[in-house]
Each structure stands twice: as structure tokens, then as C-alpha cells.
């Protein structure tokens, strides 16, 4: 597995998980393909995450930070860590060990409404795909409240979230540019000018 | 990746503005209409009303039809699709809906005013023909969610209410010449309980699930209470109907308290995202929300008595204005005060630049003046029919029109500031060009 290990890695806060060693052995299962052909690949990362028995590991290539999937393996028992290899390409690792504490030392922060964040070198990314609407639009919120600076905040949805824009605009935000993907709508939110 | 994620054209969700809002401006107009007609029919007609064809039925339904259910379908027509994310069908269809119910509904208020069978029937047909458009294509929508159940077992129950109650409204226009109802007041209070708990009832407490929340600034309502609450509301509902169909005094205070079961629980579960909400300090709108959470059991309690004997006069009279007015018509306005300005910014970047803020397109007096003015009319009424007054229910009815033309200033001025908003982006934009 040492030709898997990434060589441009932009890896988010806290240190990789002890479990890391085990995974790093496992062939990633690359989604990206599927994803570029419009297929969601939910199902066969479901059924390849199936038959992992406890102490075992899945790895995953995705051409985004698969966060909702984080969520949803971590309440099956797994553990996650994502790294950014390049744009484009994350490698998230998951190991099967109860998923308890799973996002304690892990690479983002999970908010209240259980939305993940994290940030990049184009600012603070949040993830709120599968969230319970108007979930979503509170994380959003909060999040932006949050900020002092001129930073970007870059939304992971999956759709456009058509109520959001009035509540950015009432807190002087807006929405500068927006891009659709499969399963991966993204929104860059910027101070308004 | 994720189970159920549709990537459908999000745009066409969002309809364009004239569509949702010519029913919104319509429903603002019957409002107006409905107080004159009913302040002009005056407090002795009012205060007798047991059913029967007239001015007040005719304001009456102005009222039901024309405020309550063509606010209903204007926001349903847009709301549903974007809670739901799921397409409602073509924007025509939209438009057929407003083009059948709308002067379906001005000819069947003139005809049961004048009285005129003839337009009774045209009105009808047409107010029918439009609410089964509409209800075709929730129907429609809500086939395709599996996701968001809180706002679908309420929708469903609204639908099949819509069914029902549109039915009965047929038989009892027929019967007012035909004579085929053996009990037509026994009818025409399942066609109320129907309508008012039933169709827009159970839409107003579903779509509530979403837009509180959302306009508060709420956690997500969770499921399960919901679902119980639905529950016994729609057991309360069918009890109600047959109780009050079949003149089954106790089977319809059995439904009467499994709907108070059922709100109650409906309350406890909206209970934590009241708490648990960003936006600290509620905004205007919520203040009749309030008053519509207060009136709904309340009529609940006064229908109970009546089941359990107390006499139609005046307690038939009050437990229908209760319903009408008090929950369903304080309730409507509430949302609609809110859910115009917001629909407006959500379409005013539409040609680029910035939206128009909520807090800029929302003027802040006509709707205090429609909240003193509602208000003083509620009590006023409630206190004429209650005590056989004839000065408190025309000050009320006079209080009844004055909110409702603030009511319409403020939907007016919504209008034309949105307006003024969109033309200084275009010429914003031409200048960019």
C-alpha cells in the first residue's frame, strides 16, 4: 500500500488516528467514476462497507469530502478520516471499531444539526447534505454568524437552497457563485459587497 | 452518494413570482370583500346565522374559499415542491388552478348572496374543477416523497378532506334547489368540519412543520411526534365528520377530544425548535400565530360543548367564527405577511446583484394595524354572539374590514417595493451590459 500513500496531502486538523496503520492496507474503492457517469454509488459503498467485520477497514476515493456518508457509516460503527489528496480526489478511510467518539480527533468538526465543517485553502467548507431541512440553512447560518472575517464559506448541498438567499442577504452574505455536480451542489458565500 | 439524493432541475421548482402571487393578491382582495360583504349583511344577520343561503354565507365563503383556500393552494403551489423537492407539474397547470378557482369563486359568492342558483352552480362547478386540479397535483407531488413524512400525513388527510368536502359542497348547492339532503344542516356541518379541520386545518399544521422552523430559525421538527400527532388528529377528524354528518353527538366529541389529543401532541413536538431557535426574538407574524394557537382548541372546547348540549344560539354561531376567523383566517395571515415578502427577495436576484432584504420589503405598520384591528375583532364578535350584543359585532365587523384594507396596503406596498427593487437591478444590469 505504500504507492496508495498520498503525496500532496492537505490534511485538516488533529493528528490521523492510531487505526490509520490498519486501513492504509486496504485497495480504496474508487467512486469517482461512477459519479462522473451521474451514478450515485451509494449502493455498492453500502454493500462493499457489508460484509467489514469488527477491526476491519473501507476506503474510499471520492471526488469531494463525502461527509453524509461519514455520518451515515459512523452510525453504523465506523470511524472516518478524510484527507484532500488532490483537487478533486479525497481518500476517506473508515475502520469498523463501534463509531463511538468517531469525530474526536478526526479531520472536521461536527456541528449541532450535525453538519460537518472543515477548511480548505479556499476557506471554511460545510457539508450539509441529508440533513432534515431547515437544518441545513441553520447550520449555514450559524456558521456564518460565526465568522469575522472576509472569509469564504463553501456549502456542500445537495440542491439550491432557494430560502437561504433571503436570510444571507438580511445578514449582509450572499451567495457569489454557485456549481452543480452529482449529488454535490456547492455555493461559495462571500461578505456582500 | 447518499440514499434518495435527486438532482432534479432545482429551478424549476421555483415558479415564477406572478404565479404564486396573483393567488396571494386575490386571496388579499376576498378578504376585503368578505368584511364588507359581511359588515354590509350587518350584526343581525351575522349573529343569527345558522346556514342558509344570503349575504353572509356568501361572506362566509369569500372568506373560506376565497382568503383561506386560495392562500392555501399559492403557497402550496410553491412551498410544496421546494419542502418536498419533488416538481408539483407544469406551470400551466399552476395557472389553471388559479384561472378555474378564482372566478369560481366570485360567481358562486355572488350567487349565494343574490341568491342565484345559476351562478351557485357555475361557481361551483368551477371552484371544484380548480380545487381538483390542485389536488391532483399534490397528490402528484406527495406520491413521489418518502423523506418528509411530518408534511405528508398531514397533506394526505388535507387531500382526501379536499375530496370529501368538496363532494358535500356540491350536494348541499344542489340542495338548496333540489331538496335531496334529508338533513342539510347536519351535512353542511361535516362540509365545516371538513373544511375548516380537514382540508385547511391539516395543511396549515403540515406546511407549519416546515415554515415555522424555517422562519424562526428552528431545529427540525421530529418525526415520530408528528406522526402521533397526526395520528389522532386524523382519527378526531373522521370521528368529527361522522358525528357531525350523522348527528352522532358522541362520536363527535370523541373526535372533538382525539383532536385535542392530537394538537396538544402536535404542540409538544413544535415545543423544542421554539426553544432551541436562533432567531431569539420572534418577528411580527408570529404574534397572530399566537393568537390562532389560542383560538383553535378553544374552538375545539366550545364545539365540545355543543356536542355535549349546549345550545346552537349562540354557541353554533361562536364555534364557526372561532374556526374561521379566529384559528384558520388568524393563522393564514400570519404566514402569508411572511411568506410574501420572503418569496419576493427569494425572486429579487434573479437579474443578478443583491436581494432585496425581508426587512426592506416587509413594511412593519399596516400589519400592526391588521393585528390591533383583527384582534379587536375577534373579541368584539366573540363577545356579541356570545352575548346577543348587536353594537360589539358591527364595531367588530367595521374593525374586521380596517385590518383587512391594512392588510391589503401592506401586500400592496410589498409589491411595489419588490417592484422598485427588480427595476433598479435592471438598470443596474443594462448599465453593466
Given at each position: 500500500?505504500?504507492?496508495?500513500?498520498?503525496?500532496?496531502?492537505?490534511?485538516?486538523?488533529?493528528?490521523?488516528?492510531?487505526?490509520?496503520?490498519?486501513?492504509?492496507?486496504?485497495?480504496?474503492?474508487?467512486?469517482?467514476?461512477?459519479?462522473?457517469?451521474?451514478?450515485?454509488?451509494?449502493?455498492?459503498?453500502?454493500?462493499?462497507?457489508?460484509?467489514?467485520?469488527?477491526?476491519?477497514?473501507?476506503?474510499?476515493?471520492?471526488?469531494?469530502?463525502?461527509?453524509?456518508?461519514?455520518?451515515?457509516?459512523?452510525?453504523?460503527?465506523?470511524?472516518?478520516?478524510?484527507?484532500?489528496?488532490?483537487?478533486?480526489?479525497?481518500?476517506?478511510?473508515?475502520?469498523?471499531?463501534?463509531?463511538?467518539?468517531?469525530?474526536?480527533?478526526?479531520?472536521?468538526?461536527?456541528?449541532?444539526?450535525?453538519?460537518?465543517?472543515?477548511?480548505?485553502?479556499?476557506?471554511?467548507?460545510?457539508?450539509?447534505?441529508?440533513?432534515?431541512?431547515?437544518?441545513?440553512?441553520?447550520?449555514?447560518?450559524?456558521?456564518?454568524?460565526?465568522?469575522?472575517?472576509?472569509?469564504?464559506?463553501?456549502?456542500?448541498?445537495?440542491?439550491?437552497?432557494?430560502?437561504?438567499?433571503?436570510?444571507?442577504?438580511?445578514?449582509?452574505?450572499?451567495?457569489?457563485?454557485?456549481?452543480?455536480?452529482?449529488?454535490?451542489?456547492?455555493?461559495?458565500?462571500?461578505?456582500?459587497? | 452518494?447518499?440514499?434518495?439524493?435527486?438532482?432534479?432541475?432545482?429551478?424549476?421548482?421555483?415558479?415564477?413570482?406572478?404565479?404564486?402571487?396573483?393567488?396571494?393578491?386575490?386571496?388579499?382582495?376576498?378578504?376585503?370583500?368578505?368584511?364588507?360583504?359581511?359588515?354590509?349583511?350587518?350584526?343581525?344577520?351575522?349573529?343569527?346565522?345558522?346556514?342558509?343561503?344570503?349575504?353572509?354565507?356568501?361572506?362566509?365563503?369569500?372568506?373560506?374559499?376565497?382568503?383561506?383556500?386560495?392562500?392555501?393552494?399559492?403557497?402550496?403551489?410553491?412551498?410544496?415542491?421546494?419542502?418536498?423537492?419533488?416538481?408539483?407539474?407544469?406551470?400551466?397547470?399552476?395557472?389553471?388552478?388559479?384561472?378555474?378557482?378564482?372566478?369560481?369563486?366570485?360567481?358562486?359568492?355572488?350567487?349565494?348572496?343574490?341568491?342565484?342558483?345559476?351562478?351557485?352552480?357555475?361557481?361551483?362547478?368551477?371552484?371544484?374543477?380548480?380545487?381538483?386540479?390542485?389536488?391532483?397535483?399534490?397528490?402528484?407531488?406527495?406520491?413521489?416523497?418518502?423523506?418528509?413524512?411530518?408534511?405528508?400525513?398531514?397533506?394526505?388527510?388535507?387531500?382526501?378532506?379536499?375530496?370529501?368536502?368538496?363532494?358535500?359542497?356540491?350536494?348541499?348547492?344542489?340542495?338548496?334547489?333540489?331538496?335531496?339532503?334529508?338533513d342539510h344542516g347536519a351535512i353542511a356541518a361535516a362540509h365545516a368540519v371538513l373544511a375548516g379541520y380537514g382540508f385547511m386545518g391539516m395543511l396549515a399544521l403540515g406546511f407549519a412543520t416546515v415554515l415555522i422552523p424555517m422562519f424562526i430559525l428552528g431545529p427540525a421538527v421530529a418525526d415520530a411526534p408528528?406522526?402521533?400527532?397526526?395520528?389522532?388528529?386524523?382519527?378526531?377528524?373522521?370521528?368529527?365528520?361522522?358525528?357531525?354528518?350523522?348527528?352522532?353527538?358522541?362520536?363527535?366529541?370523541?373526535?372533538?377530544?382525539?383532536?385535542?389529543?392530537?394538537?396538544?401532541?402536535?404542540?409538544?413536538?413544535?415545543?423544542?425548535?421554539?426553544?432551541?431557535?436562533?432567531?431569539?426574538?420572534?418577528?411580527?407574524?408570529?404574534?397572530?400565530?399566537?393568537?390562532?394557537?389560542?383560538?383553535?382548541?378553544?374552538?375545539?372546547?366550545?364545539?365540545?360543548?355543543?356536542?355535549?348540549?349546549?345550545?346552537?344560539?349562540?354557541?353554533?354561531?361562536?364555534?364557526?367564527?372561532?374556526?374561521?376567523?379566529?384559528?384558520?383566517?388568524?393563522?393564514?395571515?400570519?404566514?402569508?405577511?411572511?411568506?410574501?415578502?420572503?418569496?419576493?427577495?427569494?425572486?429579487?436576484?434573479?437579474?443578478?446583484?443583491?436581494?432585496?432584504?425581508?426587512?426592506?420589503?416587509?413594511?412593519?405598520?399596516?400589519?400592526?394595524?391588521?393585528?390591533?384591528?383583527?384582534?379587536?375583532?375577534?373579541?368584539?364578535?366573540?363577545?356579541?354572539?356570545?352575548?346577543?350584543?348587536?353594537?360589539?359585532?358591527?364595531?367588530?365587523?367595521?374593525?374586521?374590514?380596517?385590518?383587512?384594507?391594512?392588510?391589503?396596503?401592506?401586500?400592496?406596498?410589498?409589491?411595489?417595493?419588490?417592484?422598485?427593487?427588480?427595476?433598479?437591478?435592471?438598470?443596474?444590469?443594462?448599465?453593466?451590459?
Amino acid at each position: 500500500m505504500a504507492e496508495n500513500e498520498p503525496v500532496n496531502v492537505n490534511r485538516e486538523t488533529g493528528g490521523p488516528p492510531e487505526w490509520l496503520t490498519l486501513a492504509l492496507e486496504c485497495q480504496p474503492l474508487d467512486v469517482r467514476g461512477l459519479l462522473a457517469e451521474g451514478i450515485d454509488p451509494f449502493a455498492a459503498v453500502m454493500e462493499a462497507a457489508a460484509p467489514i467485520e469488527f477491526g476491519g477497514s473501507l476506503v474510499i476515493d471520492a471526488p469531494f469530502n463525502p461527509s453524509p456518508l461519514r455520518r451515515i457509516l459512523a452510525g453504523r460503527g465506523f470511524s472516518s478520516y478524510g484527507r484532500k489528496l488532490s483537487e478533486g480526489h479525497w481518500r476517506v478511510f473508515f475502520h469498523l471499531d463501534g463509531g463511538a467518539d468517531w469525530e474526536k480527533g478526526a479531520d472536521v468538526e461536527v456541528m449541532p444539526e450535525g453538519a460537518m465543517t472543515w477548511r480548505e485553502e479556499d476557506g471554511i467548507h460545510i457539508d450539509v447534505r441529508k440533513l432534515t431541512p431547515p437544518n441545513p440553512m441553520l447550520s449555514i447560518i450559524r456558521l456564518i454568524e460565526g465568522i469575522e472575517g472576509d472569509e469564504t464559506v463553501v456549502v456542500h448541498h445537495e440542491r439550491e437552497p432557494h430560502f437561504l438567499a433571503p436570510e444571507l442577504a438580511e445578514r449582509g452574505w450572499r451567495i457569489a457563485r454557485t456549481s452543480t455536480e452529482v449529488v454535490n451542489v456547492r455555493l461559495w458565500l462571500e461578505r456582500a459587497r | 452518494m447518499f440514499p434518495g439524493s435527486l438532482m432534479m432541475g432545482a429551478k424549476d421548482r421555483l415558479l415564477p413570482l406572478s404565479v404564486p402571487y396573483r393567488f396571494f393578491a386575490t386571496a388579499v382582495v376576498f378578504h376585503i370583500a368578505a368584511w364588507l360583504v359581511l359588515a354590509l349583511a350587518g350584526p343581525d344577520l351575522s349573529m343569527g346565522f345558522r346556514g342558509g343561503q344570503g349575504w353572509v354565507l356568501a361572506g362566509l365563503h369569500l372568506v373560506t374559499l376565497g382568503t383561506l383556500a386560495m392562500t392555501a393552494m399559492g403557497a402550496g403551489i410553491q412551498l410544496l415542491p421546494v419542502s418536498t423537492r419533488r416538481q408539483l407539474g407544469p406551470v400551466w397547470a399552476c395557472r389553471l388552478v388559479y384561472w378555474l378557482f378564482a372566478p369560481g369563486v366570485a360567481l358562486f359568492a355572488v350567487g349565494l348572496g343574490l341568491p342565484m342558483a345559476g351562478l351557485q352552480h357555475a361557481g361551483a362547478t368551477l371552484s371544484i374543477a380548480g380545487m381538483a386540479v390542485f389536488g391532483g397535483l399534490v397528490a402528484g407531488n406527495l406520491r413521489k416523497v418518502d423523506d418528509l413524512p411530518g408534511v405528508t400525513r398531514h397533506a394526505w388527510m388535507a387531500v382526501a378532506s379536499l375530496v370529501l368536502l368538496a363532494g358535500l359542497g356540491l350536494l348541499l348547492v344542489i340542495d338548496f334547489t333540489s331538496g335531496i339532503l334529508p338533513d342539510h344542516g347536519a351535512i353542511a356541518a361535516a362540509h365545516a368540519v371538513l373544511a375548516g379541520y380537514g382540508f385547511m386545518g391539516m395543511l396549515a399544521l403540515g406546511f407549519a412543520t416546515v415554515l415555522i422552523p424555517m422562519f424562526i430559525l428552528g431545529p427540525a421538527v421530529a418525526d415520530a411526534p408528528i406522526r402521533r400527532s397526526a395520528l389522532f388528529s386524523g382519527l378526531g377528524l373522521a370521528a368529527g365528520t361522522l358525528g357531525a354528518a350523522f348527528a352522532l353527538p358522541l362520536v363527535a366529541a370523541a373526535g372533538i377530544a382525539l383532536g385535542l389529543v392530537g394538537l396538544g401532541l402536535y404542540l409538544r413536538a413544535m415545543q423544542p425548535c421554539m426553544k432551541n431557535r436562533m432567531k431569539k426574538r420572534l418577528e411580527p407574524f408570529f404574534r397572530l400565530v399566537w393568537v390562532a394557537l389560542v383560538l383553535l382548541p378553544l374552538g375545539l372546547l366550545v364545539a365540545l360543548a355543543l356536542t355535549l348540549g349546549a345550545p346552537a344560539d349562540p354557541w353554533g354561531t361562536l364555534w364557526g367564527f372561532l374556526l374561521v376567523f379566529g384559528w384558520l383566517l388568524s393563522f393564514v395571515t400570519a404566514l402569508l405577511q411572511r411568506i410574501m415578502p420572503f418569496l419576493a427577495s427569494m425572486h429579487s436576484s434573479s437579474l443578478g446583484g443583491k436581494p432585496a432584504l425581508l426587512s426592506h420589503l416587509a413594511p412593519k405598520l399596516p400589519v400592526d394595524i391588521h393585528l390591533a384591528c383583527h384582534s379587536a375583532a375577534l373579541v368584539l364578535i366573540g363577545l356579541g354572539i356570545v352575548g346577543g350584543w348587536a353594537w360589539p359585532v358591527r364595531l367588530g365587523l367595521y374593525a374586521g374590514l380596517a385590518g383587512s384594507i391594512a392588510f391589503g396596503v401592506f401586500a400592496y406596498l410589498v409589491f411595489r417595493r419588490y417592484r422598485s427593487h427588480m427595476k433598479a437591478a435592471a438598470a443596474a444590469a443594462n448599465q453593466g451590459d
